[in-house]
């Protein structure tokens, strides 16, 4: 079973980086595709970057390419998303999610786990 933990969520201002953090204290956490959604107060969770079991690919939103890198350890059962020349407009709760796939999903349908979100504010 995958048990999906974000951190690292904060305030930051605008042209500012996080990097946010997912523990799985499963025990299967190599075999699944990671994902990394968003959600703004208002609107609908969106894909914001994925990657796949082995980490061999990678998958992101256009309004987050060459900013995010999503990134994973398997050995220590963490996943990352480096935010950098961040924006008001990335300000929402973002949420660490696992998938089956065995791609880089970007359908949330894919993804089976989710974590509780950590949010991320974005200053102008």
């Known amino acids: 079973q995958v048990q999906l933990v974000e951190s690292g969520g904060g305030l930051v201002q605008a042209g500012g980086s996080l990097r946010l953090s997912c523990a799985d204290s499963g025990r299967t956490f190599s075999t699944y595709a990671m994902g990394w959604f968003r959600q703004a107060s208002g609107k609908e969770r969106e894909f914001v970057a994925a990657?796949?079991?082995?980490?061999?690919?990678?998958n992101y939103a256009d309004s987050v390419k060459g900013r995010f890198t999503i990134s994973r350890d398997n050995a220590k059962k963490m996943v990352y998303l480096q935010m950098k020349t961040l924006k008001p407009e990335d300000t929402a709760v973002y949420y660490c999610a696992g998938s089956r796939s065995l791609g880089v999903p970007v359908e949330r349908g894919s993804y089976a786990y989710w974590g509780q979100g950590t949010q991320v504010t974005v200053s102008s």
């Open positions: 990657i796949q079991w082995s980490g061999g690919s990678t």
